[in-house]
C-alpha cells in the first residue's frame, strides 16, 4: 500500500522490569470516579453510571519528565490516576472476563486545562480542548498485572513541590476495573494498546511553570513532571 504521507510510529510506554515497549493506541478516561471528587466538582456522588472522554494516543507522556505549560489557558489542573493497559480487547466483555484483558497498570496525570473546561461546560460544549491537547498525558512506566496482581486497594496520592495535594485509595473508585471495562466496552470495540485512565480522588488544583509535580500508587510506581 503506498501512502501519500510518511507514518509515524505509534507512541509507546516502557514496561517495568523489561525492555519491551507498551504501544499506545486509543487512549480512554473515566469521569469523576470518586465519589469525593464527584463533589468537589459539583457533580452527584452516587454511583451514577460511569462516563468517558478521550485523548489523542500521541498526548502520552512516556515516563513524565518536563512538560511545556500548555497555551490557552491560566488554569491548568492536575488529577492523580491509575492507568489500565490492555493486552486484549472486544465489544460487550462480561465484567468476570475484564481483568483477562489486562496486561498492566501505570500511574498517569490528567492534565486539565479547567477555565476551558469549565466554559464549554456553561456553553454545553464537548471537553476535548480542555482535555487532549498536547502532552496532556504522562504516564508511567507500565508495571504488568504478572507482576503486580489486579490491584483492589492501595494508596493514590499526588504532591506539588513536596506538599501533598491528594490522596485515596484504590478502594474508594465508584466502578471498578473490571466494571469500567466491561461498560467501556459497550460502546466501543477495545482493543490491545488501549490505556483507560481510571478516575481521580479530591484534592485536584492548579499548576503554574517551574511546578514539580510527583505522583504514586501503592504497589504500581511513581510518576513525575516539571511544568516549564
Not at 54 to 76: A, Q
Not at 105 to 130: C, F, H, N
Request: glycine letters at 12%; a negative charge.
Amino acid at each position: 500500500m503506498e501512502l501519500v504521507l510518511p507514518v509515524s510510529a505509534p507512541p509507546a510506554v516502557p514496561v517495568r522490569g523489561s525492555s519491551a515497549l507498551f504501544p499506545v493506541r486509543r487512549i480512554y478516561c473515566v469521569g469523576r470516579n470518586y465519589a469525593d471528587h464527584a463533589r468537589e466538582m459539583g457533580g452527584d456522588p452516587g454511583r451514577e453510571p460511569p462516563f468517558f472522554f478521550g485523548k489523542p494516543h500521541d498526548s502520552v507522556v512516556p515516563g513524565g519528565g518536563d512538560i511545556p505549560y500548555p497555551p490557552r489557558t491560566s488554569n491548568l489542573h492536575y488529577e492523580v490516576e491509575l492507568v489500565v493497559a490492555l493486552a486484549k480487547g472486544g465489544r460487550d466483555i462480561p465484567v468476570a472476563e475484564a481483568l483477562g484483558c489486562v496486561f498492566g497498570y501505570a500511574v498517569g496525570i490528567d492534565l486539565t486545562r479547567r477555565d476551558l473546561q469549565a466554559g464549554s461546560k456553561e456553553k454545553g460544549q464537548p471537553w476535548d480542548m480542555a482535555k487532549g491537547f498536547d502532552q496532556s498525558a504522562p504516564v508511567s512506566p507500565i508495571t504488568p498485572a504478572s507482576a503486580a496482581g489486579h490491584p483492589e486497594s492501595g494508596a493514590i496520592w499526588l504532591a506539588v513541590n513536596g506538599a501533598e495535594k491528594q490522596r485515596g485509595d484504590l478502594a474508594q473508585m465508584t466502578w471498578r476495573v473490571p466494571e469500567v471495562i466491561a461498560h467501556l466496552s459497550t460502546f466501543v470495540a477495545l482493543a490491545p494498546g488501549d490505556l483507560i485512565f481510571t478516575g481521580t480522588p479530591s484534592g485536584v488544583g492548579p499548576i503554574v511553570r517551574g511546578d514539580r509535580v510527583r505522583c504514586g500508587i501503592e504497589g504500581i510506581g511513581e510518576l513525575e513532571i516539571v511544568l516549564v
